[in-house]
């Protein structure tokens, strides 16, 4: 596909030791954009290889947090429309498609998309039952930045913005196996609690003592991924824990900075 025949996007991938999966997602990309920006922070594997032999043009950045990290990307891109993805995350047939009929007369109607992401199991199936969350992912960097953070890498998206969601499903491969899940989804746990305040709100006690059960209870019941078998119980599990994990560890350093003879929260 020529670039003529590609909308004017931009993609930019954040990646660190991604060799399995960078190179199909380069290429899925490649069907919307006329370019792919890989920021790669320090890859020991064939990550860039990889992503290079697809066609993507590599930035060698060190860590500097997630919104941060992303700036980089924004930054090298050549247009100003811009698609957001992780290593893991697959542009289907059916997005690709709404995405070229954007731009298929002018320019789009809107500043934001907000894209479907939605999980693939490690037995391949694709998690169509389920409530997929919706993630700001295509937009125009002349309207809006991702945040300097180095914690948060969403942007807020202010009152005054137009913003569309499309249907095209987004594709995440999250996770090869639930251990896999658990060591990511800890991993970013505590990177993100390294760049977060140290003035946190007192909630973060009643979120380690009542957080649990409701983290499971959102993601299981309120999202229906009781509706996607075993896989969608072991996810929801494993992600609730993680999300309380964060607040544990706030928590905890609240304590530690806590003057001599004071009580717990």
Known sequence: MTDGERPPVSCYIRTLNEEARIGATVRAAL???REVIVVDSGSSDGTVAAAESEGARVIEQVWL????????????????????????????????????????????????????????????????????????????????????????????????????RLDGPLLHYAFDDIAHLSRKQGSAMVRRVRFLDRDRPSSTALRVYAGLPYFFFRNYVLRRRWRE??????????????????????????????????GDE
């Open 65 to 164: 947090g997630g919104g941060h990290q992303k700036r980089v990307g924004e930054d090298a891109c050549r247009h100003d429309w811009l698609l957001d993805l992780d290593a893991d995350e697959i542009v289907s047939d059916e997005l690709a498609r709404e995405i070229r009929g954007l731009f298929a007369d002018e320019e789009p109607d809107a500043d934001v998309y907000r894209l479907a992401l939605v999980n693939v199991d490690p037995a391949g199936r694709v998690w169509r039952k389920a409530r997929a969350p919706r993630r700001a992912k295509l937009y125009d960097r002349r309207r809006i930045r991702m945040p300097a953070h180095g914690a948060w890498d969403q942007f807020r998206i202010p009152t005054g913005l137009r913003v569309r």
């Open 31 to 33: 069907t919307v954009a």
């Open 229 to 262: 078998g075993t896989y969608g119980f072991m996810f929801s599990v494993t992600t609730a824990y993680n999300h309380w994990l964060r607040y544990a560890m706030l928590h905890e350093r609240r304590l530690k900075n806590r003057e001599p003879g004071q």
